[in-house]
C-alpha cells in the first residue's frame, strides 16, 4: 500500500470507530492495526543480511562525472562484513585491488603497493581518478538500497522487488535482471556523475 492509501484508510477507520461503542471500537481498532500491519509488512525491504553474505560476481563498471571517468572490468568477492574488488582495463591492463570492511579501506596496485584510508570515494578519487560509493554498492549491485542509511522514493516492479531508489543523493535503477532476479544491469546517477555496473556470473557461499 502507498503512504496516500494508508492515510485515507486510517482516517476512514478512525471515523467509522468514533462512531461505535467502546467495546466494539476497541475491537474494531485492534482488526485495524493488523490489516494496515499486514500491508506494511508486504512492503519491500532491503536485504539486512547482506553484510553477512558471501558472493562473487563479475562484471564491467563505466563510471563518467566531473572529476573524471574510467571503465574497467571487475570480480567483487563479498566476505561477510568484508569486500575485495580487483578492476582491470582492456587486455588485462592495470589491475587495481580495493579492499574494505567496517573500519578500514585501502588501494592496491599491479605492484603490490598498498595504500589505505578512512574515506574510500577520496581515496580512490586521489589515487585512481574515480571513484564509486563502495560501502554501499554492494548493495546497490543486488537491487536494493543498503540498510545502513535512509533511502527515498523507492519504485517496485510488479513483482514487489526495488526497481529504483534514491540513497547518499544517488538515484538508482535496476535496468534488467536475470531469470534469478538478481541485477545484470544497474545505473545511479548523482549530479553530473553517473556510474553503470552490467553484473554476471552470481555465485553465492563460501
Not at 485515507?8 to 467509522?16: C, E, G, L
Not at 481498532?29 to 543480511?49: E, K, N
Not at 564491467?60 to 572490468?73: F, Q
Request: charged residues 20%.
Amino acid at each position: 500500500m502507498g503512504a496516500e492509501r494508508l492515510e485515507s484508510d486510517v482516517d476512514k477507520h478512525h471515523s467509522i470507530v468514533r462512531g461505535l461503542t467502546a467495546p466494539a471500537s476497541a475491537s474494531l481498532m485492534c482488526l485495524v492495526i493488523v490489516v494496515l500491519a499486514g500491508c506494511a509488512g508486504r512492503a519491500p525491504m532491503p536485504d539486512r543480511g547482506m553484510e553477512n553474505l558471501v558472493f562473487r560476481v563479475e562484471g564491467k563498471i563505466s563510471v563518467r562525472g566531473g572529476a573524471g571517468g574510467a571503465s574497467a572490468s571487475f570480480v567483487w568477492w563479498q566476505r561477510e562484513g568484508s569486500y575485495e574488488v580487483e578492476f582491470w582495463g582492456p587486455l588485462g591492463s592495470q589491475r587495481t585491488r580495493i579492499q574494505g570492511d567496517e573500519g578500514s579501506f585501502a588501494i592496491v596496485d599491479a605492484a603490490g603497493e598498498r595504500i589505505s584510508g578512512t574515506n574510500p570515494e577520496a581515496l580512490m578519487q586521489r589515487e585512481l581518478g574515480w571513484s564509486v560509493p563502495v560501502t554501499v554498492l554492494s548493495h546497490w549491485i543486488r537491487g536494493a538500497p543498503s540498510p545502513a542509511l535512509p533511502w527515498h522514493t523507492p519504485s517496485h516492479d510488479s513483482a514487489g522487488r526495488f526497481a529504483a531508489f534514491e540513497q547518499a543523493g544517488w538515484q538508482v535503477v535496476v535496468i534488467a535482471r536475470n531469470d534469478d532476479a538478481l541485477p545484470t544491469r544497474i545505473r545511479a546517477q548523482r549530479g553530473t556523475d553517473r556510474i553503470v555496473v552490467a553484473c554476471r556470473n552470481w555465485s553465492f557461499g563460501a
